[in-house]
T-cell receptor, first 114, second 116 residues
Framework: AQSVSQHNHHVILSEAASLELGCNYS??????LFWYVQYPGQHLQLLLK??????LVKGIKGFEAEFIKSKFSFNLRKPSVQWSDTAEYFC????????????FGRGTSLIVHP | DAGVIQSPRHEVTEMGQEVTLRCKPI?????LFWYRQTMMRGLELLIY????????DSGMPEDRFSAKMPNASFSTLKIQPSEPRDSAVYFC??????????????FGEGSRLTVL
């Protein structure tokens, strides 16, 4: 079974700082990749996803992620964070074309100071 | 479109009581998932259904937990008897098995359970 690792459990940044959250997975075949965001007190919602094509994926609110197959990684980035980006971020991986069940990472808590 | 609807949003109960959490998935979705979120364990998949049939319940922690999906528009997660360590936020999510195999999950607002 695939596993998903998010190495940063807690990240604290000041506004305007750049963000990169790491995500690595263990499956060697075709994968579909997701980043979900959970704002304080809210449910998880999709931030961006990768299925095929351009490995650099643009999401909502200025977020992007890059799929690097050779590194089994799908890191999330944002050039300049805002206070409103304070949230929990989850990486998820699904085996492409097969199971509909994604595996979620442990999550990274991001706090942005104004 | 209405999203995934869960009830109750908050439940406070005493140890030993029965708890029933409810979920209405997005109409037309084939898959329904129950997750539990805690500070200690993060997001855990408890059970999921495909076309109302339970497929994998290996994440259900104990026999005190049970889940049903009597029809395509309704599912319940029951804890009987409840214990303080069951305190968590329980999320329901649904997904559509479309030809793109997108696998995107749509989450409900969650049910925050506190067992005293």
């Amino acid at each position: 079974a695939q596993s998903v690792s998010q190495h940063n459990h807690h990240v604290i940044l000041s506004e305007a700082a750049s963000l990169e959250l790491g995500c690595n997975y263990s499956y060697g075949g075709t994968v579909n990749l997701f980043w979900y965001v959970q704002y304080p007190g809210q449910h998880l919602q999709l931030l961006l996803k990768y299925f095929s094509g351009d490995p650099l994926v643009k999401g909502i609110k200025g977020f992007e992620a890059e799929f690097i197959k050779s590194k089994f990684s799908f890191n999330l980035r944002k050039p300049s964070v805002q206070w409103s980006d304070t949230a929990e971020y989850f990486c998820a991986v699904k085996i492409g074309g097969g199971s509909y069940i994604p595996t979620f990472g442990r999550g990274t808590s991001l706090i942005v100071h104004p | 479109d209405a999203g995934v609807i869960q009830s109750p949003r908050h439940e406070v109960t005493e140890m030993g009581q029965e708890v029933t959490l409810r979920c209405k998935p997005i109409s037309g979705h084939d898959y329904l998932f129950w997750y539990r979120q805690t500070m200690m364990r993060g997001l855990e998949l408890l059970i999921y259904f495909n076309n109302n049939v339970p497929i994998d319940d290996s994440g259900m922690p104990e026999d005190r937990f049970s889940a049903k999906m009597p029809n395509a528009s309704f599912s319940t997660l029951k804890i009987q008897p409840s214990e303080p360590r069951d305190s968590a936020v329980y999320f329901c999510a649904s997904s559509l098995a479309d030809w793109g195999h997108t696998g995107e999950l749509f989450f409900g607002e969650g049910s925050r359970l506190t067992v005293l």
